[in-house]
Nanobody
Framework: QVQLVESGGGLVQAGGSLRLSCVAS????????MGWFRQAPGKEREFVAA???????HYEDSVKGRFTISRENARNTVSLQMSNLKPEDTAVYHC??????????????????WGQGTQVTVSS
């Protein structure tokens, strides 16, 4: 089994920055792709960013140029640096471990393990 724990959420004003971190523990001897998804109240969980096991990055269009996903060590710890935050970025952000086909790197269905999430609130 794999456990994922996110940290770094909080309240920030529009235009500000936050850095989220996700640490994977358990069955992490293999390098996996990892992703970030977010879920706002009343909305479905949506893709934000991902990094493949070969360190190729992918982003949802609305966060391109503002968010950066990176791997903090050789294995399964990732960060999401968020800059120029907007009120519409407010959501619970979840880290996930990619266990499916590379074709599903931007889809919830490609992820087999999820963290509990961390709240990000951007005030206007």
């Amino acid at each position: 089994q794999v456990q994922l724990v996110e940290s770094g959420g909080g309240l920030v004003q529009a235009g500000g920055s936050l850095r989220l971190s996700c640490v994977a523990s358990g069955r992490t001897s293999t390098k996996y792709g990892m992703g970030w998804f977010r879920q706002a109240p009343g909305k479905e969980r949506e893709f934000v960013a991902a990094i493949t096991k070969n360190d190729v990055t992918h982003y949802e269009d609305s966060v391109k140029g503002r968010f950066t996903i990176s791997r903090e060590n050789a294995r399964n710890t990732v960060s999401l640096q968020m800059s120029n935050l907007k009120p519409e970025d407010t959501a619970v952000y979840h880290c996930a471990l990619h266990t499916g086909s590379l074709l599903w790197i931007m889809d919830r269905g490609g992820y087999g393990y999820w963290g509990q999430g961390t709240q990000v609130t951007v005030s206007s």
